[in-house]
C-alpha cells in the first residue's frame, strides 16, 4: 500500500540504460574529428618530411630526429603523422561529398515528389539510370574524363552518389504532401518553395539523416578504394587508400605501412555504420 | 505473363538508352573527348585529326546518334593505346573476372546462407549475437584491405598460396575470399531475415506440432519458401561481385576486365575504360530482369503481373 503522500510525489522517469551500440561509436567518430580537425597540432611530424636514412623502420624504433610510433614508410615519412593527415583527407572528401550530393538529391527527390507531372517521370527515371550502373564503375568513368585529384573525387562522389537520397527523399515527400496540415498550407497560399523548405523537409529529414549516415561511410570507402587505384587523392598527399597502395609493394618487409591506414578506415567506417543502423531503428524500423 | 514480360522489357530497354545516353554526357564533361584519347605529346595537328577521324567535329547532336547506332551494333570501339577493337580485350580478360566472381560468389552463398540459418534457428544466444557482430564487421571491411591482410597472413607469414596473379586453383582462394567477404554479409542477413519471416507462419507451426524436427522442417519446407528473397538477391549481389572486382583484381594482380580498366585510365585509352562501364551496366540491367523473371519461377504464388496471390 503506498501512503498519498507519496503518491503525489514526482516520479523520476526510468532512466534509459546508456545506448553503447550508439555512444561508442560516436566517441569514436569524435576522436577521429578531433584528430583531422587538430592535425597539424597533435601530428609529431611534417606529413611530407623525409628521412632517407629512417626509411621502412618498424614501429617503436628511432632513427636521427625521428621516432616513429608506428613505423616509417618507403621515404622514411612518420606513420601517425600520414595516418592523422590522411584522417582529414578522408573526412573532409566524404563530407563535402555527402552534403553536395545530399543536397541535390533531396531537393531533386521532394520536387519530384511533391511536383508530379513531367517532373516526378523525369527525376525518378534518371534516379533509375544511375542506380542501374554500379557505382564504382561510375566513379571510375567520370575519374577517367576529369582526372584524378582531391577536388575531381569530390566531385565525382557528388555527381555519382545522389540517386540514393533522391528516391528517399521523393518517397517521404509522397507521403507528406498529402497529409492534411500540408494541404491546409497550401490552401493558405503557402508556395512550393515554403511549403518543401518549412513543411515538408523537416518531417523528412530522419530518414534523409540515415541514408546520409551510410552513404558517408561509402564514400570514405570510395575515396580511399581511388586513391587504392591511383585515381583518388595523388601523392605526396596522405591518404588511407594510397598508404594501403604503397603498403601492398612493401608486404613482406613492412607490414606496418599496409596494416594501420586499413584499421583507421575499418575503425571509422565500422563506426559510422553502427551509429547507421543505430538511427535507422531509431527514425523508421522499415527502412532498409 | 507475357503482359508482364513486355512491360518490363519496355522498362528495360528505356533504362539502356538512358545509360548510353549518361555515358555520353559524361563522356563530354570537360567539352571535348578527343582529349581523353590522345597520348599526352600529342600536337594540335595529331589532336584536330583524330577530332576529325572520330566525327567528333561534328554537330552534338549528329554524334550522339551515330553513338547510339555504334552502341547498337555491339560496337565498342578501337583501343587507340593497344589498337585493337575494345570488344577484343574485352572478350581476352573476362573470363577471368567471371572465374573470380564465381569464386567469390561460392564463398558469399557458402558462408552467408549457413551464417544466416544459423542467426535466425538460435537468435537469442550469446554465440549467434558475436557471429552477428561479426557478420556486421564484415561489411564495413574494405576489400582492399582484408585482401592485403590476406596475402600479408597466408602468403608470406605462412606460405601457403600464392601472393597474386593467375595460376592453379590456389591462385583463386585469397581473392574469392577478400571479394566474397562483403556479399557473404549480404546473404547473411536477407537469408536471416527470410528464415525468420517463414518462422512465424502458420505452416511451420503446424508441421513442428505434427513432430517435424528442426532438420526436416529447413529442408522440406523453409528452403524453398524462404530462397525467394535470397535468390533476388543473388542475382543483384552477382553486378556488384563484378563491379567489386575492379579493386580486388588490383590488389591481386589478377588479370581481369577490373585491372585492365585501371590501367587503360592510366594509360589515357579512353575507349576500353568506356567499353567496360557499358558491358557492367548493361550485364547489371540484364541481371535485375533475371531476377524478377527467377522470382516467379521459385514461387508460383508471385505472378509475374505482381500480384501475389
Redesign the interface.
Known amino acids: 500500500m503506498s501512503s498519498p503522500a507519496l503518491a503525489s510525489l514526482p516520479v523520476a522517469p526510468p532512466r534509459r540504460p546508456l545506448n553503447l551500440a550508439l555512444w561508442l561509436p560516436v566517441t569514436v567518430i569524435v576522436l577521429f574529428v578531433l584528430a583531422a580537425v587538430a592535425a597539424p597540432l597533435i601530428a609529431p611530424y611534417d606529413p611530407n618530411a623525409q628521412n632517407l636514412l629512417g626509411r621502412l623502420k618498424p614501429p617503436g624504433t628511432t632513427s636521427r630526429a625521428f621516432h616513429y610510433w608506428l613505423g616509417s614508410d618507403e621515404l622514411g615519412r612518420d606513420l601517425l603523422t600520414r595516418l592523422i593527415h590522411g584522417a582529414r583527407v578522408s573526412l573532409a572528401v566524404a563530407f563535402t561529398a555527402a552534403l553536395l550530393s545530399g543536397t541535390v538529391g533531396v531537393v531533386l527527390g521532394m520536387l519530384a515528389g511533391y511536383l508530379r507531372g513531367w517532373v516526378e517521370v523525369l527525376v525518378m527515371?534518371?534516379v533509375?539510370?544511375?542506380l542501374?550502373?554500379?557505382?564504382?564503375?561510375?566513379a571510375?568513368?567520370?575519374?577517367?574524363?576529369?582526372g584524378p585529384g582531391l577536388v575531381n573525387v569530390i566531385v565525382v562522389l557528388a555527381l555519382t552518389r545522389w540517386p540514393r537520397y533522391a528516391r528517399v527523399a521523393y518517397g517521404q515527400t509522397l507521403s507528406i504532401a498529402n497529409t492534411p496540415y500540408v494541404r491546409l498550407a497550401t490552401l493558405m497560399g503557402a508556395g512550393p518553395i515554403r511549403i518543401l523548405f518549412r513543411h515538408v523537409l523537416p518531417n523528412i529529414l530522419g530518414a534523409v539523416i540515415v541514408v546520409a549516415t551510410l552513404e558517408f561511410?561509402l564514400m570514405v570507402?570510395f575515396e580511399?578504394?581511388l586513391s587504392?587505384?591511383?585515381?583518388g587523392v595523388q601523392p605526396p598527399t596522405a591518404s588511407w587508400?594510397s598508404m594501403?597502395?604503397t603498403?601492398?609493394n612493401y608486404?613482406?618487409n613492412a607490414?606496418w605501412i599496409?596494416?594501420f591506414?586499413?584499421m583507421c578506415?575499418?575503425t571509422l567506417?565500422?563506426a559510422?555504420?553502427?551509429i547507421g543502423?543505430a538511427l535507422r531503428d531509431r527514425f523508421d524500423p522499415r527502412l532498409h | 505473363m507475357q503482359g508482364f514480360l513486355l512491360r518490363r522489357l519496355g522498362q528495360v530497354l528505356?533504362?539502356l538508352f538512358?545509360?548510353i545516353?549518361?555515358?555520353f554526357f559524361?563522356?563530354r564533361?570537360?567539352g571535348d573527348?578527343t582529349f581523353?584519347l590522345v597520348p599526352e605529346t600529342a600536337t594540335q595537328a595529331d589532336i584536330d585529326a583524330l577530332r576529325h577521324t572520330l566525327g567528333l567535329d561534328r554537330p552534338l547532336f549528329v554524334q550522339y546518334l551515330s553513338f547510339l547506332q555504334q552502341i547498337a551494333g555491339f560496337d565498342l570501339g578501337q583501343s587507340v593505346v593497344q589498337n585493337v577493337p575494345v570488344s577484343t580485350i574485352i572478350a581476352s580478360r573476362l573470363p577471368y573476372t567471371l572465374q573470380l566472381a564465381a569464386g567469390a560468389l561460392t564463398v558469399a552463398c557458402g558462408l552467408g546462407i549457413p551464417v544466416g540459418i544459423v542467426l535466425a534457428l538460435y537468435r537469442q544466444t550469446a554465440a549467434a549475437r558475436m557471429l552477428a557482430g561479426l557478420v556486421?564487421?564484415a561489411?564495413?571491411?574494405?576489400t582492399?584491405?582484408s585482401g592485403?591482410?590476406l596475402?600479408?597472413l597466408f602468403?608470406?607469414t605462412l606460405g601457403w598460396l600464392p601472393?597474386s596473379s593467375v595460376g592453379g586453383f590456389e591462385n583463386l582462394i585469397m581473392p574469392s575470399v577478400a571479394l566474397g567477404l562483403l556479399s557473404m554479409a549480404t546473404f547473411a542477413r536477407i537469408t536471416r531475415t527470410a528464415i525468420l519471416d517463414e518462422l512465424t507462419r502458420d505452416y511451420v507451426r503446424s508441421a513442428r506440432a505434427r513432430g517435424a524436427t528442426m532438420g526436416r522442417l529447413l529442408t522440406r519446407h523453409l528452403a524453398r519458401n524462404a530462397s525467394i528473397p535470397v535468390i533476388t538477391v543473388a542475382a543483384i549481389e552477382i553486378?556488384?561481385l563484378?563491379?567489386?572486382a575492379?579493386?580486388v583484381e588490383?590488389?591481386f594482380a589478377w588479370p581481369g576486365l577490373g585491372q585492365v580498366?585501371?590501367q587503360?585510365?592510366?594509360a589515357r585509352d579512353?575507349m576500353v575504360?568506356?567499353g567496360?562501364?557499358l558491358m557492367?551496366?548493361f550485364v547489371?540491367?540484364a541481371l535485375?530482369l533475371l531476377a524478377d523473371i527467377l522470382y516467379s519461377a521459385v514461387d508460383p504464388r508471385i505472378r509475374l503481373d505482381g500480384v501475389r496471390r
Open positions: 527515371r534518371v533509375d539510370i544511375f542501374s550502373v554500379p557505382a564504382i564503375l561510375l571510375i568513368i567520370t575519374v577517367a574524363v576529369l561511410g570507402l580511399a578504394g587504392f587505384l591511383g585515381l587508400g594501403l597502395s603498403g601492398r608486404l613482406g607490414w599496409a596494416t591506414p586499413g578506415l575499418f567506417v565500422l559510422i555504420n553502427m543502423d | 528505356v533504362t538512358g545509360v545516353t549518361l555515358i559524361v563522356q564533361l570537360t573527348p581523353l556486421f564487421a561489411q564495413s571491411m574494405p582492399f584491405w592485403i591482410m596475402i600479408m602468403a608470406v601472393p553486378s556488384n563484378l563491379a567489386g575492379v579493386i588490383t590488389v580498366t585501371v587503360s585510365i592510366l579512353f575504360v568506356q567496360v562501364v557492367g551496366a547489371t540491367i535485375n
